[in-house]
């Protein structure tokens, strides 16, 4: 399915949808992507990246990350 066939039948089922949580619900979601990050967020991603960047050895595989937590479980 083509992007704009997506955001034809997004429209249509939006135009026909009844339920207020569902609504509210998508609009909060419209304005978390309008406001794009926090600060607080922007300054952890810098921090992280500041980190990483100090020294890279110390990043951890996600894979590796995965097998320990399950592991744990």
Not at 46 to 58: F, T
Request: glycine share 2%; aromatic share 6%.
């Amino acid at each position: 399915m083509d992007i704009q066939t997506i955001k034809v039948d997004l429209i249509r089922w939006l135009t026909e949808l009844q339920d207020r949580t569902i609504l509210e619900q998508l609009q909060a979601f419209k304005h978390r992507q309008e406001e794009g990050l926090s600060e607080t967020h922007k300054a952890l991603l810098d921090e992280r990246i500041a980190s990483y960047e100090k020294d890279p050895g110390k990043a951890l595989d996600w894979d590796d990350v995965m097998k320990e937590l399950e592991k744990d479980l």
